[in-house]
């Protein structure tokens, strides 16, 4: 569509051939003799430039410029005078003048080169505001998007620290936990259950990846526990209480889900009145480790991560521990922060905190260093499970 070109100018002769060289370059023309003309015919619709003399009666080009500045900033003007005072050039540059040419012109070409010129400014200008405009817009949504995303978070965060155990007291057992995400949302879960009087089920489990579709595995975990568990109360299951089913029933309710996720896992069943534990490992690593009698050691196990083939097959492990002993199981994040080079030396160094501590969780905590780092790598969860006195 071609441009639209006001000419303002008092000498008619002037003017009309201005216009009618342009019309001959294809710009859609008028023409004003007067300022005050020049200003009604921009009242009625906007051009998209102005060819301007400076010295008319009435109002001066000048005056008619700062006008312009005031009412339609983005419209490019071009000033064609008569050679006179050089502080009506600045003025009118300062003012925005698009150029200032000098009368007479002898190739009136000169004028269309500066006319383009001011034009494709002018087309670039609006370009770059609209894109800017563009470019806020979208910072807005993408603000009111992260704070949305932020407040979900919050809120899922706030959901999941619920859904943890508090510590656990049972007879002379203790339960207790820490966890320290790596993002605001956790793939680490572990639970404590007083499945009844005289057994404690409990686990820790490491879901692959972070955040939100991570930690909605964890909201699965809880739930199909949380159903063994009522089961089991209502006579209709003892599976709660059978490591290996455990870990089968949510393998198969993993791949069922199809959320293309796994975990692994460590499952138990402590029974208080032989001092007997049933457990169940799921591909989990590191293993917990068992302080008793002076001494730490890793719990021995095998098995697939949960969650990956359908075909998996999981074994409970029967152990009598001691009178007096803790139990601590971690997250595989506890691994990225120990110094060691290798893995075969990380779990060695691991063994030593474990023994150092003595089995107590904030001792531990302490000693492995965790809350020196502001952020970590992975998500880390230690649990512990205690009897007697060391």
Known sequence: MAATVLVIDDDSTVRDSVVA???????HMQSAGSAQEALDVIEVAVPDAVICDLK??????????????????????????GAGVMDDVVRALRLGAADFLVKPILDLEVLVHSLRKALSHQTLQRENKAYREHLEATNRELKLGLDELRADQQAGRHAQLRMLPEPLNMGDVSCEHKLQPSLMLSGDFLDFMEVDDDRLAFYIADVSGHGASSAFVTVLLKNLTYRLKRNFQRGSSDDILKPDLVLGRINNELLASELDKHLTMFYGVLTLSTGVLSYSVGGHFPMPVLISKGEARFFEGRGMPVGLFREAEYKSIDVELADDFRLMMFSDGILEIIDEAS?????????????????????FWSIAGVARHEEVPDDIAVATVCRGVL
Not at 21 to 27: F, G, I, S, T, W
Not at 58 to 77: C, S
């Open 21 to 27: 060289y342009l019309d001959d370059c294809d710009y």
């Open 56 to 81: 008319m009666p009435g109002m001066h080009g000048i005056q008619l410029l700062e006008k312009l500045r005031e009412n339609h900033p983005e419209l490019p003007v071009i000033v064609v005078s």
């Open 343 to 363: 893995l075969n030396d990380k779990e060695s160094k691991l063994l030593a905190m474990a023994s150092e501590s003595e089995g107590k969780l904030d001792t």
